[in-house]
């Protein structure tokens, strides 16, 4: 069974943090993303990877950065955590030139207080 | 950019209704995907369309590809409430098709 795994569910984080949120998978998938979900904005995309050490800014990236050393993992960066980065993260993985086929992890629900 | 207006933004529906949502832009778009996301989980891939006019189900779903290539709707018949989530709407964006751009979604819940 294919997987997109994320370390956390839930995290609480404290202002001024620096935050990590991982996201692996195993379906050898060169694309990554990384989404932000929050309610009546649906899915917005923070950054997108397409290879390793390769990335690309989505439409919301400010106050965020990445990291894909490897190709199975690719992890969200808070430098400095804010309250309004308080949101649900969403990873995904899919193939080169199959986007439809994109695969979701279960979500980071992050709190910054 | 590209974007994906999803109607309504939420429904309320008791068991054994029929549901219909839809999904309209000002691009044409060459793929249509449907994705439903169930509480506490990441959204997983329902539907997807490839031609203009393509009509597909899923089980007691049924999605079709508009014929102008800039809506699609998604029908649910005979609701449950297992049916419950957000759906979405979304389909690769232009001049970059490893991205996808997502409607703002539809919350769907089913009174028993």
């Known amino acids: 069974d294919v997987k997109v795994t994320q370390s956390s569910r839930y995290l609480v984080k404290r202002t001024g943090e620096k935050v990590f949120l991982e996201c692996v998978q195993d379906?050898?998938?060169?694309?990554m993303f990384w989404y932000r979900q929050d309610p009546g904005l649906g899915l917005r995309l923070i950054y997108f990877s397409y290879d390793v050490k390769m990335k690309e800014k989505g439409d919301i990236p400010e106050g965020y950065s990445v990291s894909r050393e490897k190709k199975e993992r690719f992890s969200l960066i808070l430098e400095s955590a804010s309250t309004n980065q308080t949101s649900m993260y969403l990873c995904?993985?899919?193939?080169?030139?199959?986007?439809?086929?994109?695969?979701f992890g279960q979500g980071t629900r992050l709190t910054v207080v | 950019g590209q974007q994906l207006n999803q109607s309504p933004q939420s429904m309320f529906i008791q068991e054994g209704e029929d549901v219909s949502m839809n999904c309209t832009s000002s691009?044409?778009?060459?793929?249509w995907l449907w994705y439903k996301q169930e509480p506490g989980e990441g959204p997983v891939l329902l539907i997807a369309?490839?031609?203009?006019?393509e009509l597909t189900s899923n089980g007691r779903l049924t999605a079709q590809f508009g014929i102008t290539r800039k809506d699609s709707f998604l029908n649910i018949s005979a609701s449950i409430p297992s049916d419950v989530g957000i759906y979405f709407c979304?389909?690769?964006?232009?001049?970059?098709?490893?991205?996808?751009?997502f409607g703002k979604g539809t919350k769907l819940t089913v009174n028993p």
């Open positions: 691009s044409i778009f060459n793929t």
């Open positions: 995904a993985s899919s193939s080169v030139g199959i986007a439809d086929r994109a695969f």
């Open positions: 369309l490839y031609k203009a006019g």
């Open positions: 379906m050898d998938h060169e694309n």
């Open positions: 979304a389909g690769p964006t232009q001049g970059g098709s490893e991205k996808l751009v």
